[in-house]
């Protein structure tokens, strides 16, 4: 299968700080990723759709000027969580998606990033 | 809404057994559907996808597909403790990537 890679895997920051967290599609071009919040034994929350060469489309309920997106290659997206807060700890995941058998598309996941804001 | 349902479980089953996965979902012009596979504090693992009803197999998985009834299953033969996780049905329309998740199974293969 194809293989996305995620930076940092971990990250531990103070309130009022900024992450930036990267996504990578590493044997494949993806023209779509997808960014996730999964907090702890609670399911996978789509936060963004993210769209190489343009505007992110956000979930509803997402801020989208505290969790930028930007996609500007066909390998890789970046979510930067902006003036971080404890709540905003949890694991981000990201996906991409590549084409499969004719007309289907699947989504692949990076391995996440656990944010911890203390 | 799009809507995919699965049982949250936990599903037990003893080492050996086959476990048995179900998924059912709203949306009837869905065309792709997946199971991903999540252990705990990892992310979910892509390990099985079906276009078209009926049976799937690889390996010890196999999944079972049934448009009319908009259901699909996911069969894990000769159960190990190794498969325990938490299952997600995973399912798309046409020419889109999103996918809409079920919130997950929880499998326990007890040793």
């Known amino acids: 299968g194809a293989v996305v890679s995620q930076h940092p895997s971990r990250v531990i920051c103070k309130s009022g700080t900024s992450v930036k967290i990267e996504c990578r599609s590493l044997?494949?071009?993806?023209?779509?990723m997808f960014w996730y919040r999964q907090f702890p034994k609670k399911s996978l929350m789509l936060m963004a759709t993210s769209n190489e060469g343009s505007k992110a489309t956000y979930e509803q309920g997402v801020e989208k000027d505290k969790f930028l997106i930007n996609h500007a290659s066909l390998t890789l997206s970046t979510l930067t969580v902006t003036s971080a807060h404890p709540e905003d700890s949890s694991f981000y995941i990201c996906s991409a998606g590549t084409s499969g058998r004719a007309g289907s598309y699947e989504q692949y996941f990076g391995p996440g990033t656990r944010l911890t804001v203390t | 809404q799009k809507e995919v349902e699965q049982n949250s479980g936990p599903l037990s089953v003893p080492e050996g057994a086959i476990a048995s996965l179900n998924c059912t979902y709203s949306d009837r012009v869905s065309q792709s559907f997946f199971w991903y596979r999540q252990y705990s504090g990892k992310s979910p693992e892509l390990i099985m996808s079906i276009y078209s009803n009926g049976d799937k197999e690889d390996g010890r998985f196999t999944a079972q597909l049934n448009k009319a009834s908009q259901y699909v299953s996911l069969l894990i033969r000769d159960s190990q403790p190794s498969d325990s996780a938490t299952y997600l049905c995973?399912?798309?329309?046409?020419?889109?990537?999103?996918?809409?998740f079920g919130k997950g199974t929880k499998l326990s293969v007890i040793p």
């Open positions: 044997d494949f071009q993806a023209t779509t």
């Open positions: 995973a399912v798309n329309g046409a020419g889109s990537y999103q996918l809409t």
